[in-house]
């Protein structure tokens, strides 16, 4: 009992960090989950992170929440996922609340506008310097590299959804094992 | 009443917005268009700011936003509830069924090819954060290179070298994301 309420403490405050510094939403918190789950706890592995994120694009709702409960049913089971998902939404709630009580002119001050504009650069470099990474050990060979720079291509130049392309991939995949075998 | 309205609309909207939290402001629009007098003057783009530029979730951003219009913080606490509801019920599901065939082949297969597909719409994500940050929004008046703020690519590269220094590019992610916004401060970003 006591280990599982650690294990739950754990999830719930590591969620807690990754929630109040998540700028941009989506694929952008990539940096953060990698080196919290990844590096720092050793939870699962980037591979691990890549298929959830796959799983995750093609299920409703924020991707935030629903890797937050993946990876907490994995680590501590339904409590797990519960705990994961509390930690993640509880500051940005909190912040939301207190924005649009008090501070809805808040988000129109200059000086406001200037730190989002530096955190906007810095969470750009964040994922350039996390996607040389992630290619290098998840892009293996051509088959890998064709669908990458079509998977970025139709989301990036194309604006098309993000949820074909992994529907497409999956595919793809399939079919590729099949004619191996 | 307008509470349980928000959390009907909300669950809806956990359910059916798929691939992500920008999936859920079409869903937003046609609220604010059924419930005008929820919202006032409040605009989806506003909310898509709002929930934007602040950490967190965008769709639980969005609906904690939109919820408080419509009825304070039990409408915030609700309308949030409501989004993550299908998500959790859904995650835990899936989070079995992977357990249980994680090393059947057919799922190896797929994510053979899954995993270079998510790094491709990880660097489309960055690709569209690096535009919004390097360039000003008006980039049609004058041509591309008007367009670029060069404050801001110094920033970015600055940035970029350090994450690549060893020691210094094992700083927590959180430190750069703090520098960043000190540094668009002092510098007038």
Known sequence: MKVKLKILGELYLTFLKIGAFMFGGGYSMLPLLSRELVTRHGWITEETLLDYFAIAQCMPGALAINTATLVGNKRGGVLGGAAALLGVVMVPMALIIAIAAFLTRFWQLPAVASAFAGIRVAVAALIAAALVNLIRSNVKNALGIEVCIFAFVIVAVFGQSPIFVVLAAAIVGLVAGRVKR | ?189
């Open chain 2, 1 to 189: 009443m307008t509470l349980l309205i928000l959390f009907w609309e909300f669950l809806q909207t956990g359910l059916f917005a798929i691939g992500g939290g920008l999936a859920t402001l079409p869903f937003l629009q046609k609220m604010i268009e059924r419930y005008p007098d929820w919202f006032g003057a409040l605009r989806v783009a506003d909310i898509a700011a709002i929930a934007e530029s602040t950490p967190g979730p965008i769709a639980v951003n969005a609906a904690s936003f939109a919820g408080f219009y419509a009825a304070g913080i039990p409408g915030a606490l609700v309308a949030s509830i409501a989004v993550v509801i299908p998500s959790f019920v859904i995650a835990t599901l899936v989070s079995r069924a992977l357990d249980q065939y994680r090393n059947s082949r057919l799922v190896e297969s797929a994510f053979s090819t899954l995993r270079p597909a998510v790094a491709g719409l990880i660097a489309a994500a960055g690709w569209v954060v690096l535009r919004t940050a390097l360039f000003s929004a008006q980039i049609d008046a004058d041509g591309l290179l008007a367009a670029v703020q060069w404050k801001s690519v110094a920033l970015f590269v600055v940035l970029l070298a350090l994450l690549h220094l060893p020691r210094v590019k094992e700083i927590h992610p959180i430190f750069y994301i703090i520098a960043g916004g000190v540094a668009g401060l002092l510098l007038g970003l």
